[in-house]
């Protein structure tokens, strides 16, 4: 009875967490999409560090939701091997988190490099009308102009002297940027501007892998308490 019990206490504390897992897991998807949306709006060509590091989030998000299903299969079911699946699966996924961790802490100057330099790649193609669209989206939601700063354009074949897109300018209308006064421009360059973006998506992708590794813990000890409550519950039978 004590066992039974026991077993039923673990079972709805380890319901509990199954709730927040889910919800970790989910949160978990959002956050890699958004960070992947963020470097593909930035960075264009190839695959980077960042955006391998966005897709592994978003991996690791979908996968934590599949295993919280095993593991309220095996608590409805009280299910032994179910259950030691799961927190297997859940140790794994912790000991993958701290690699993404460590991942994303190596690769953030490499990111910020490659980000400048595929940009200023982009600034010598602004004639494409393509890539001007994609640059001046950039420069207008981040009121930014430029890579370090509105003086890059000066080097650019497609722009005449005195002259930056129109926008790079505050209040951003036809033909502001020709014959422009600094006034009336973003002098700042986007490099910097999308940097600081880019770090507050990581720093959203730190804590909320420091809250997921929390619940995971528990949920690894809520596992193994309810493993060991069924084999005890075997070993009465």
């Given at each position: 009875?004590?066992?039974?019990?026991g077993m039923k206490c673990v079972k709805f504390l380890l319901y509990v967490f199954l709730l927040a897992f889910c919800a970790c897991a989910v949160g978990?998807?959002?956050?890699?999409?958004?960070?992947?949306?963020?470097?593909?709006?930035?960075?264009?060509?190839?695959?980077?560090?960042?955006?391998?590091?966005?897709?592994?989030?978003?991996?690791?998000?979908?996968?934590?939701?599949?295993?919280?299903?095993?593991?309220?299969?095996?608590?409805?079911?009280?299910?032994?091997?179910?259950?030691?699946?799961?927190?297997?699966?859940?140790?794994?996924?912790?000991?993958?988190?701290?690699?993404?961790?460590?991942?994303?802490?190596?690769?953030?100057?490499?990111?910020?490099?490659?980000?400048?330099?595929?940009?200023?790649?982009?600034?010598q193609n602004y004639s494409n009308n393509q890539t001007a669209l994609v640059?001046?989206?950039?420069?207008?939601?981040?009121?930014?102009?430029?890579?370090?700063?509105?003086?890059?354009?000066?080097?650019?074949?497609?722009?005449?002297?005195?002259?930056?897109?129109?926008?790079?300018?505050?209040?951003?209308?036809?033909?502001?940027?020709?014959?422009?006064?600094?006034?009336?421009?973003?002098?700042?360059?986007?490099?910097?501007?999308?940097?600081?973006?880019?770090?507050?998506?990581?720093?959203?992708?730190?804590?909320?892998?420091?809250?997921?590794?929390?619940?995971?813990?528990?949920?690894?000890?809520?596992?193994?308490?309810?493993?060991?409550?069924?084999?005890?519950?075997?070993?009465?039978?």
């Amino acid at each position: 009875m004590a066992v039974e019990r026991g077993m039923k206490c673990v079972k709805f504390l380890l319901y509990v967490f199954l709730l927040a897992f889910c919800a970790c897991a989910v949160g978990l998807i959002a956050v890699g999409v958004r960070f992947h949306l963020v470097l593909n709006q930035t960075i264009t060509q190839g695959a980077t560090p960042g955006s391998l590091l966005s897709v592994v989030i978003i991996a690791v998000g979908a996968f934590l939701f599949l295993v919280a299903l095993v593991g309220c299969c095996g608590a409805c079911k009280e299910n032994y091997c179910l259950m030691i699946t799961f927190a297997i699966f859940l140790s794994l996924i912790l000991l993958v988190e701290v690699v993404v961790a460590i991942a994303g802490y190596v690769f953030r100057d490499k990111l910020r490099s490659e980000f400048n330099k595929d940009f200023r790649q982009q600034m010598q193609n602004y004639s494409n009308n393509q890539t001007a669209l994609v640059l001046d989206w950039m420069q207008e939601h981040f009121n930014c102009c430029g890579a370090a700063n509105y003086t890059d354009w000066e080097n650019i074949p497609s722009m005449a002297k005195n002259q930056v897109p129109d926008s790079c300018c505050i209040n951003v209308t036809v033909g502001c940027g020709t014959n422009f006064n600094k006034e009336a421009i973003h002098k700042e360059g986007c490099v910097e501007k999308i940097g600081d973006e880019l770090r507050k998506n990581v720093l959203v992708v730190a804590a909320a892998a420091l809250g997921i590794a929390f619940v995971e813990v528990l949920g690894i000890v809520f596992a193994c308490c309810l493993v060991k409550s069924i084999r005890s519950g075997y070993e009465v039978m």
